[in-house]
C-alpha cells in the first residue's frame, strides 16, 4: 500500500510496534465504504479484519423473530471483528452508518503479525476486554427494574459522550437516527421507542429536529438515568 501510514494516529495500536505497524500497512488496504454496507455477516467465515479509519459503523445481530438489535455504534480506530481468528465464522454482523474508510487486511495476515509481535497481540486482547466491559454494563441496563426512559437515556448520554458535537442547545450527536434506528438499539417496539422519546424531551432531557438529537444537559441527563430523578 502506498501513501502515510493511517495506523501510527489510532489509538487501537497505539502501544504497537512501529516495524508492525509498517507491516500491516503494507500487506492491508484502505477501502471507501457507502451507508449500509455490510462488512460482516453472522454465521459466515471471519476472513478479513476491519478497522475503522474514519466513519461509523454499528454492530448488531437478529433476533429469533429476524429484528434487528443494534450492540454498538463504533466510530474512529475501533477494531470491528468480535474475533480475529479465521477459525471460527462471526455471530453478529458489522454494517456502516454513514459513509466510511476502513483499513482492511487479512485475518491470515493479521493472525502472522500477532505471532511476531506480541504488542499487537496485546493491542486486541485490550480492545475485546473493553468490548466486553461495555457489555457488561448494556446488560446491567437491560434488566426488567429499569424503566424503558432511563434505558434510552443511558444510551444517548453513551452516545453524546463518543460522538458528541457543541452546539448552542447541547452536545449534538454526530449520528443520523429515526425511531426505526433508536427501536433497534433498544430492543423495543417503534411505538413504545416514540413515546420514550417524546418524555424525554417533554422533561427537558433532549431536543429532536428531524434525525439529529441533542442533550440539552448532559449531567441531568446522566443523573436520569442513574436515578430515576430530574433535577
Known amino acids: 500500500m502506498q501513501g502515510k501510514n493511517q495506523l501510527y494516529q489510532l489509538k487501537f495500536f497505539e502501544h504497537v510496534e512501529k516495524q508492525t505497524l509498517d507491516a500491516l500497512w503494507n500487506v492491508g488496504n484502505v477501502n471507501d465504504y ?4 455490510i462488512l460482516i455477516r453472522a454465521k459466515e467465515p471471519m476472513e478479513m479484519i476491519y478497522v475503522q479509519l474514519s466513519g461509523k459503523s454499528m454492530i448488531y445481530n437478529l433476533t429469533h423473530t429476524g429484528k434487528r438489535k443494534i450492540i454498538f455504534i463504533f466510530g474512529r480506530g475501533v477494531l470491528l471483528n468480535e474475533h480475529v481468528q479465521n477459525a471460527h465464522p462471526s455471530s453478529m454482523y458489522c454494517e456502516t452508518i454513514e459513509k466510511s474508510r476502513i483499513f482492511v487486511i487479512s485475518a491470515l ?3 502472522k503479525l500477532m505471532k511476531q509481535d506480541f504488542s499487537l497481540t496485546r493491542a486486541v486482547l485490550t480492545a475485546q476486554e473493553w468490548k466486553i466491559w461495555r457489555l457488561g454494563h448494556q446488560l446491567k441496563n437491560t434488566m426488567g427494574s429499569i424503566y424503558m426512559e432511563r434505558k434510552l437515556a443511558a444510551k444517548l448520554w453513551k452516545l453524546a459522550r463518543d460522538f458528541g458535537i457543541q452546539s448552542p442547545d447541547g452536545i449534538e450527536i454526530d449520528i443520523n437516527m429515526t425511531i426505526t434506528f433508536l427501536a433497534d438499539m433498544l430492543g423495543a417496539p417503534r411505538e413504545t421507542t416514540s413515546k ?10 433532549m431536543s ?4 439529529r438529537i441533542t442533550i440539552i444537559n448532559p449531567q441531568k441527563m446522566a443523573n436520569f438515568y442513574k436515578t430515576g430523578k430530574i433535577k
Open 34 to 37: 457507502k451507508k449500509s454496507e
Open 109 to 111: 495476515q493479521f493472525m
Open 196 to 205: 420514550t422519546c417524546k418524555n424525554l424531551v417533554d422533561y427537558g432531557l
Open 208 to 211: 429532536m429536529q428531524k434525525r
